[in-house]
């Protein structure tokens, strides 16, 4: 079984958290993509969408897939969205694909965040991913040295730009004992928008695609 398929396999099971009439929120990359596909299956059981990112927004309405601003929206009932790396206590690092800052806003807007991911996300210690921090431009030498403080190696994600107009620093070689400690700590840093960890709001349900079948983890 490919890690795609694993990835696919999760994601249909995360239709099972999809109930008539919900707005629901949409998480970006190859599994919220695979996610998106399925719920087009059903489309017609739901009312409508909020996305994550650009690329996420014009997926769903290829799909016909009504897709809301999340300020029109109001709370959402479900957020379904992939992950980097996960811990058995459902502690994420997020924004390989970049959508980490409107992911987590709508993850916050949201009363329950399903994660959907391939079992190899899952992982004892986060870190070994390198951590991604949406910066303001300007700051983003500041946002560097600071991290360089904490242990980290920053590296420019290089000719990439956010939905939101800012810059990518995927910081590697950080073991995150206390993830909770960590996100907060990131995000006092002048200039950064949010990290990738999601752990103060951690996810609610982890739906994991491996070769022997799917695993939840709540
Ligand atoms: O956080 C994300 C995008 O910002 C994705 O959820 C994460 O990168 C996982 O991607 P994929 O589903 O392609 O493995």
Redesign the pocket.
């Known amino acids: 079984m490919s890690q795609d398929a694993m990835?696919k396999a999760a994601a249909e099971a995360a239709l099972a958290f999809v109930e008539p009439g919900m707005i629901i929120g949409i998480?970006?990359?190859?599994?919220?993509n695979h996610f998106i596909d399925l719920l087009a299956g059903i489309k017609g059981k739901i009312d409508a969408t909020v996305a994550s990112s650009i690329a996420s927004a014009e997926r769903l309405k290829s799909h016909g897939i009504r897709v809301l601003d999340l300020n029109e929206a109001g709370q959402l009932s479900l957020y379904v969205?992939?992950?980097?790396e996960s811990t058995e206590h459902l502690h994420l690092v997020?924004?390989?694909?970049?959508?980490?800052t409107r992911?987590k806003i709508v993850a916050g807007a949201s009363d329950k965040f399903v994660c959907i991911?391939d079992d190899s996300k899952l992982v004892r210690t986060l870190g070994k991913f390198p951590l991604p921090i949406e910066v303001i431009p300007m700051a983003r030498a500041l946002v560097a040295r600071e991290m360089v403080k904490m242990g980290g190696n920053p590296v420019l994600r290089q000719g990439f730009t956010t939905d939101n107009g800012n810059v990518i620093l995927d910081i590697h070689n950080l073991t995150i004992m206390n993830p909770v400690e960590m996100e907060d700590r990131i995000n006092r840093i002048p200039g950064v928008v949010t990290n990738g960890l999601f752990a103060i709001r951690p996810a609610d349900v982890l739906i994991l695609g491996g070769v022997g079948g799917v695993q939840t983890l709540i």
Request: glycine share 36%.
């Open positions: 990835k998480g970006t990359g190859s599994t919220a969205d992939g992950a980097d997020k924004g390989g694909g970049g959508a980490l992911e991911a």
